[in-house]
C-alpha cells in the first residue's frame, strides 16, 4: 500500500522534530502505535490530530489546514460520506450544512468553527 500524501507529510514533519514516532507520541500523550498507524496511512487523523501533530513539530496552522484538505481527500477516496472538521458526516446533514453556511457567505469549515461557537455559548449559558 503507497503512503498516502498526509501520512508522508506528517512523517516528515516530524522528522523536523523528533527522530523516533514514541517520542512525538510521548509529547502529544498518545500511544506510539496512533503515530505510527498515522505516518502509515491506516488510520486518518482528526483535524485536532493534525493541528497538534503540526504544532508539536514546529509546524504553523496553515500547515494543518492544507495537512487536513489532504486527509479529507484520501477519506473521501475511502469513503462515500463526506468529513467536515474530522467527523464523518451523513448526507442529509452535509446538504443541511452547506446550504446553512452558503446562505451565510461561509465556506463549511467556517460555518463549523460559528456553529461550535454557537453551542459552546449556549452550553457555558446552561
Known sequence: MERPEHAGRLRLLRLQKFEAAKDLAAALGWHASKVSRIER???LPTYD???KWTLVCGGVETEAKSIFSQVRKAH???SCQPMVMGVTVSDRAMHRLIGW???RGYTVD?????LLGHWEA?????
Open 41 to 43: 496511512g491506516q488510520q
Open 101 to 103: 453556511a452558503s446562505d
Open 76 to 78: 473521501n477516496a475511502r
Open 49 to 51: 490530530d493534525v493541528y
Open 122 to 126: 449556549s452550553d457555558e449559558r446552561n
Open 110 to 114: 467556517e460555518a463549523i468553527i460559528v
